[in-house]
């Protein structure tokens, strides 16, 4: 496995230092270059996003065990000190010897080996790790690190902050969130819920498919799933099935490739319905990449609607694409333009529309889990640029729709100035639109990811539904 290390060292690296890079991508080109069996990929999934998951706890860890300062570890040599304590104290089936060896192995200057060897060989000789049932209590907050269910770890010094004194930094640092986001956390939700979204935060967050009801009921998804040794159950929405495999495991079934289901968690699922598509209608998605819930427009429609789907990416609407043939789908079709301009919208397709979707740009606080590199991002959390993009695609939106129709605005956010303040503030400044439903759902314990939608009608009198001929 050192090869693999190897690998998960490299793609770290590029994740931190190279903007525009993320992580999952970046694990399945890896897989594909390197030709990774199924025990390979599972282990640089886990230690890439691992360490990506806890990174701050990480480096409180090694600057507790580090006689260098921090800001003087060059990048690789933090990224291999990240990666080896993490097996040391995250992976109970990874020996303590071939957390230390291959990965200093994986390194290749000699001075950084030798550093890299005394910080983890010390962390393995002097942290204690017990079965959760074993601690009796009584430590003392900053020298204790609870793992999940299974055990705690007990650090000979003082190595996060003292919640009596900073409880955000506490926090933060114990759950590895930016101390900041977890300030305003607490402001808003108190000590208990904030503690419940950081726990979700940190758990390798659950894979759900929407069925294809064009294709087949659940019944006959989850049947067909099984019989290509995918484990899975039925999930919390009539359409939802909860997959017990690795995405990279379901996405190479036959079942998938057939156009059977697609992958999309729960909470991103109850945006379309909102719709309420039925043949016939004009619906416009105007950040459609990389478009799950535009297929799942066309799929509630029937493929009956005519649908418009607009993103500023040539290449995240190639993959748009691409899930569009593999689907069968025939009402989408696709543009590239600036969503946020109506007349570049206008100059190529009819409108205005039944129905437009703005699943807008916003900062991910609502999906860490599925999206760690969205940390860093929120470390001196200033949400003033993605708010304007929000409300410049809001107001184009208002433009592009019927006088009855709906806008459904959504997001992967839970701040407030994304979700909430932002609708407040469009019902001001278009007095002809009326708030119908809106809906936040907090990333905790046994949900999905965290989200918000909010759904306004146009008033007035629209035009009636007709099918357009094909």
Known sequence: MTS???????????VH???GTYAQERIQAAVRAHKLNKRERRFLTELVLGVMRHERTLDCIVMAFSSVNWGEVEPRTREALRLGVY????????????????TVEALQDKR??????AVLRAVDRLVRRVPLAADRGGASPRKRLQIGDRKVCFFPKPVFADPERDLAAWMADVYAHPRELVARWLARHGPDTTRAILEKSLEPPPLFVRVNRRLGTREQLLDLLRGEDIKCGEGNLPESVRVLAPAGELVATKCFLAGRCTVQDETAMLVAPQFEPKAGQLLLDLCAAPGGKTTHLAELADDQATIMAVDRDETRLERLRESIARLGLKSISCMVADASDPAAVRGVTPAPYDGVLVDAPCSNSGVLARRPEAKARLAAIDLTELVAIQRKLLDAAVQLLFAGGRLVY????IEPEENGDQ??????RSPDLELEAEQETLPTHGGGDGGYFAVLRKKGQGLPTMTVAR
């Open 410 to 413: 959504s997001t992967c956010s």
């Open 4 to 14: 693999v290390r190897r690998v998960a060292l490299e793609i770290l690296f590029e």
């Open 87 to 102: 097996q040391l104290i995250w992976l109970d089936g990874v020996p303590p010897f071939a957390s230390v060896g291959e």
């Open 17 to 19: 230092h190279r903007v």
């Open 112 to 117: 950084a080996k030798g550093f890299v060897n």
């Open 423 to 428: 609708v407040r503030a469009l019902l001001e």
